[in-house]
């Protein structure tokens, strides 16, 4: 029965990745979408949140961290890039999804 | 009918004159009343700013929808999840909220409060229990 959350804004400008990280739980998937993908990459101020939850899924939309110059390599380490019909299969393969707008 | 029952949430996240999203929710959930699903509200985040009592938008041209909350009983939704982190973080209490209360036809309508303030965790148990998420 796992959530497949989606979160959209940059996690520089609001807090809405941080409550989805809070609230997620094991098992559910986080996926990155539009300018949340700068939450992506490694080396930020967010990394040490994102890695404390090693119990969920992160993945980040490839399209969308290749708009905004985002290598792969650059990715946090466990951070899955996904293009669009990864994310199509996320949504049917989870049981409902969350929008942190 | 009873199999084609979800569970449905509703989950405010946002302050409410900001922006539209909080009175859009709003209105989204009287509309939805009208499909006898079972329905709840999450406030959490800023969403807990909606609640609060004293709301005065007089004189900033904007509708006060804030009593309408207290109408929602008699659309039968009875379930409004406030997170207590999130209060908190506010400087906020269970006090600072309208007290909102619906009337249980199955006991003698005695009047109940509808809201149901919840941990963080128990927050994310609610999430994990619906059928439904609708975000505003």
């Not at chain 2, 900001?18 to 499909?35: D, N, S, W």
């Not at chain 2, 709840?40 to 938008?57: E, P, R």
């Not at chain 2, 409004?80 to 999130?86: P, T, W």
């Not at chain 2, 909220?97 to 109940?112: F, G």
Request: with cysteine; proline share 2%; aromatic share 8%.
């Amino acid at each position: 029965m796992a959530t497949l959350h989606t979160v959209n804004k940059s996690p520089f400008a609001n807090q809405s990745l941080l409550s989805c990280l809070a609230h997620a739980k094991d098992g559910d998937t986080v996926l990155m979408i539009e300018d949340a993908v700068y939450g992506a990459a490694s080396g930020t101020g967010l990394a040490d949140a994102m890695a404390a939850r090693s119990g969920v899924n992160l993945a980040a939309l490839g399209p969308d961290l290749a708009a905004r110059g985002i290598a792969t390599e650059r990715l946090l380490a466990g951070i899955k890039a996904v293009d669009y019909a990864g994310f199509v299969e996320l949504a049917a393969s989870h049981d409902r999804a969350q929008a942190w707008l | 009918m009873e199999d084609d029952v979800k569970k449905f949430l509703y989950v405010n996240r946002k302050a409410p004159y900001g922006t539209i999203y909080a009175l859009e929710a709003l209105e989204v959930v009287l509309i939805g009343a009208a499909f006898d699903q079972d329905v709840s509200l999450a406030f959490l985040d800023d969403g807990v700013f909606q609640l609060t009592k004293s709301q005065d938008t007089k004189e900033i041209g904007v509708k006060n929808f804030s009593p309408t909350f207290r109408a929602l009983g008699d659309y039968e939704v009875t379930k409004l999840y406030v997170e207590k982190e999130s209060l908190d973080e506010r400087g906020l209490t269970a006090d600072d909220l309208q007290e909102i209360m619906w009337e249980d036809e199955d006991d003698d309508w005695a009047e109940k409060p509808s809201i149901r303030i919840v941990s963080r965790a128990e927050m994310a148990d609610v999430f994990a229990d619906q059928d439904v998420i609708l975000s505003f």
